[in-house]
């Protein structure tokens, strides 16, 4: 008996395994928390290096992150099944970032004079080299919003340049190009940088 739950168990696990974002997202709007946990390991680095873009602050970023679950969770069965549940998952984000700015009445750009070496190892792990933080501190910095959001969803996020384009509804040509142009810059900026 003890062995058939074990074995259900993980048969259920395979088979939320197999599940899309798609279905998953419509199994959430059925109050399914194992899709719903599933769904969110399967795109919280993508949802959070996006709501990083924008932001450019690690604690607004993870604060947002946490209100754009929240709102997945509880909007789901206003999702009209279309192939794109991250791109409406982005629609969450981008809302609740731009209520946030709303809220706080200030700008976008909001300076990196805020953040330390030891927050930016914080937010994201997977940054704990120097030469690393040096890059993202450009990229928060010198990139605008479209180039921040291609390039972190492509770095951090790992997220292929036709996968970014099909999300953020834009064209892969597009993509291809305000990458490129993102990665000249902070090529050119961390060079000034080394002159200096």
């Known amino acids: 008996m003890f062995l058939m739950g074990i074995f259900t ?38 949802i959070y290096g996006f709501i990083l873009s924008i932001l450019r602050n690690p604690q607004d970023a993870e604060e947002i992150m946490q209100e754009t679950y929240l709102k997945i969770w509880t909007s789901a069965a206003g999702y009209k099944s279309q192939g794109k549940p991250l791109a409406w998952m982005f629609t969450i984000a981008r809302n609740l970032c731009y209520m946030k700015f709303r809220d706080q009445k200030r700008e976008a750009d909001i300076g990196l004079s805020d953040l330390s070496e030891g927050e930016l190892g914080e937010f994201c792990p997977q940054i704990e080299d120097a030469a690393d933080k040096m890059v993202l501190k450009a990229a928060l910095h010198i990139l605008n919003e479209e180039e921040r959001q291609i390039v972190l969803l492509h770095t951090t996020a790992g997220m292929k340049h036709r996968e970014i384009a099909a999300d953020l509804e834009m064209p892969l040509a597009t993509v291809l190009s305000k990458y490129n142009r993102a990665m000249k810059k902070l090529q050119k900026h961390l060079r000034e940088e080394g002159e200096h």
């Open 9 to 46: 168990t993980l048969e259920e696990a395979v088979a939320y395994d197999k599940l899309s974002d798609e279905k998953l997202l419509l199994r959430v709007a059925q109050g399914d928390k194992e899709a719903f946990q599933r769904l969110y390991q399967n795109t919280d680095k993508t």
